[in-house]
């Protein structure tokens, strides 16, 4: 089977400053595979250059079969695949439902825009709740909610989530790592990057540890969650 996205020897700096150090991984269709590491370790400039808004200085990209190279951000959503980023970035003052809509942007087929909003509000209920309200009105954790929301309405192949339980409450952070256990379940494919790494080796399928721009340690989750080093410096066991 050929991997959904395939990333090969990747290396992106900013000016002299290398935060991505030829790393090299990849994700199969259907499974959730997490990025786990330390403050600046380069996973978040990871997805970026993933999404294409950074330009690596070298490596590969395969996504779904073709290559990523040069391919502008936006063209890179409509081959399917989403980026819910760092720190929420919806639009306050539109509605929570326009944030929704503006998701499937890209998409013509009216029906399926309906059923996938009736489907977020679903997984998202208190998105459903204030439907008709501005988006900056929400909780610092419904906002990522809306986020995550948002990314989904593309109907992605690969879901990219950079840290979803970030400033949350703990009953938060369970709530958002439920619905991602749910779109798994039914094979959403995800790519996560995670603070959490005892949440997210849980329910990885495959999970790679990032030092210092580095891929330092590879397993499936419930490997890397039993791994002695990766207990010590990330589950904070002595
Ligand atoms: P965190 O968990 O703290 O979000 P991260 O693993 O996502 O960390 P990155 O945000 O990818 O790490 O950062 C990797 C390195 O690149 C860090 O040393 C960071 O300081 C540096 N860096 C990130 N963004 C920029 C930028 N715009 N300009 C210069 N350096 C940057």
Known sequence: MTALLEVE??????????AVKGISFKVDAGEVVTLIGTNGAGKTTTLRTLSGLLQPVSGHVRFDGRSLKKIPAHKIVS??????????????????????RLGAFLRNDKDGIEKDIRRAYELF??????????????????QQMLAMGRALMSRPKLLMLDEPSMGLSP????????????LKSEGTT?????????????????????????????????????????????????
């Open 79 to 100: 081959l399917g695949l989403a980026h819910s980023p760092e720190g929420r970035h919806i639009f306050p003052r539109m509605t929570i439902e326009d944030n929704l």
């Open 9 to 18: 020897d990747l290396r992106v700096a900013y000016g002299k400053i290398e």
């Open 125 to 142: 209920p208190i998105l459903g709740e204030r439907s008709k309200q501005a988006a900056g009105t929400l909780s610092g954790g419904e």
């Open 171 to 182: 009953i938060m952070m369970q709530k958002i790592m439920a619905t991602i256990a749910e």
């Open 190 to 238: 995800i790519l996560l990057i995670e603070q959490n790494a005892q949440a997210a080796l849980s329910l990885a399928d495959h999970a790679h540890v990032m030092e210092v721009g580095k891929i330092v340690l590879s397993g499936s989750g419930q490997d890397l969650l039993h791994d002695e080093s990766v207990r010590k410096a990330y589950l904070g066991e002595d």
